[in-house]
C-alpha cells in the first residue's frame, strides 16, 4: 500500500502570508493527487485534482503543484476562512488518504 | 442542486449489522464511480468502497472486505453500504463521494454496546 506522508501536522501563519503545505508519498504516484480542505464539522471540499488542477469555484489563491513523490499545497495570501484541515489524497493505486495538516491563524 | 445525501447511520452492538444509504440529485447518477469513505472522532479519512458506474465492479481496502458490501440503484440515483459484523473500530462519520470531487454532509455511525 502507498503511504502518504503530511507535513506538517500544525501550522501557524499570519492572514496574508504564503503557505506551503507538503505531502510525500512511499512510492511514485504519476500526480494521481488530489487536496482537501476539510473545516470544523464539515465535510471535505475537493479543492485541487490531479496535483494541480483547481476545482472550480475554488479561489485562485489555491494552487497545487509536485510529481513524483512529492507534492505541495500553495495559499497565496491566507486569509481567515482557510482556517481548516488540509488532507492530500492519491489515487494512483488503491487509495490513500494523508493524516492532514492543521492550518491556524496566528 | 447536486447533492449526496446520506442516511442509515445510528448506534448499533458489536456484531451486529447496518446499511447506510446515500441518494444522488442534480446530475447524471448512472455516469460516475461511487465510494464510501469514512472517518472516526477526531481522526484522518479512510476509504471504505468504490463501485464503478455500471455497478459491475466493487473494491475495498483489507480493513472491511468480508464485511462491507457497496451496491447502487441507478434507476433510484442511491448508492448503498452495507455493513456487517460491526466493530467498535468502525466507529466514524461515513461520507457518500462522487468519484472524489463531490462529498455528502456524512452520517455517523457509532458501534457499542
Known amino acids: 500500500d502507498i503511504q502518504m506522508t503530511q507535513s506538517p501536522s500544525v501550522l501557524s501563519a499570519s492572514v496574508g502570508d504564503r503557505v506551503t503545505l507538503n505531502c510525500k508519498a512511499s512510492?511514485?504516484?504519476?500526480?494521481?493527487l488530489n487536496w482537501y480542505q476539510q473545516k470544523l464539522g464539515e465535510a471535505p471540499k475537493l479543492l485541487i485534482y490531479n496535483t494541480n488542477n483547481l476545482q472550480t469555484g475554488i479561489p485562485s489563491r489555491f494552487s497545487g503543484s509536485g510529481s513524483g513523490t512529492d507534492y505541495t499545497l500553495t495559499i497565496s495570501s491566507l486569509q481567515p476562512e482557510d482556517v481548516a484541515t488540509y488532507f492530500c489524497?492519491?489515487?494512483?493505486?488503491?487509495?490513500?488518504f494523508g493524516s492532514g495538516t492543521k492550518l491556524e491563524i496566528k | 442542486e447536486v447533492q449526496l445525501v446520506e442516511t442509515g447511520g445510528g448506534l448499533v452492538q458489536p456484531g451486529r449489522s447496518l446499511k447506510l444509504s446515500c441518494v444522488a440529485s442534480g446530475f447524471t447518477f448512472n455516469n460516475y464511480w461511487m465510494s464510501w469513505t469514512r472517518q472516526a472522532p477526531g481522526k484522518g479519512l479512510e476509504w471504505v468502497a468504490s463501485i464503478t458506474n455500471s455497478g459491475g465492479s466493487t473494491y475495498y481496502p483489507d480493513s472491511v472486505k468480508g464485511r462491507f458490501t457497496i451496491s447502487r440503484d441507478n434507476a433510484q440515483n442511491t448508492l448503498y453500504l452495507q455493513m456487517n459484523s460491526l466493530r467498535s473500530e468502525d466507529t466514524a462519520t461515513y461520507y457518500c463521494?462522487?468519484?472524489?470531487?463531490?462529498w455528502g454532509q456524512g452520517v455517523m455511525v457509532t458501534v457499542s454496546s
Open positions: 512510492q511514485n504516484i504519476n500526480k494521481y
Open positions: 489524497f492519491q489515487h494512483n493505486s488503491w487509495l490513500t
Open positions: 463521494t462522487r468519484d472524489w470531487d463531490l
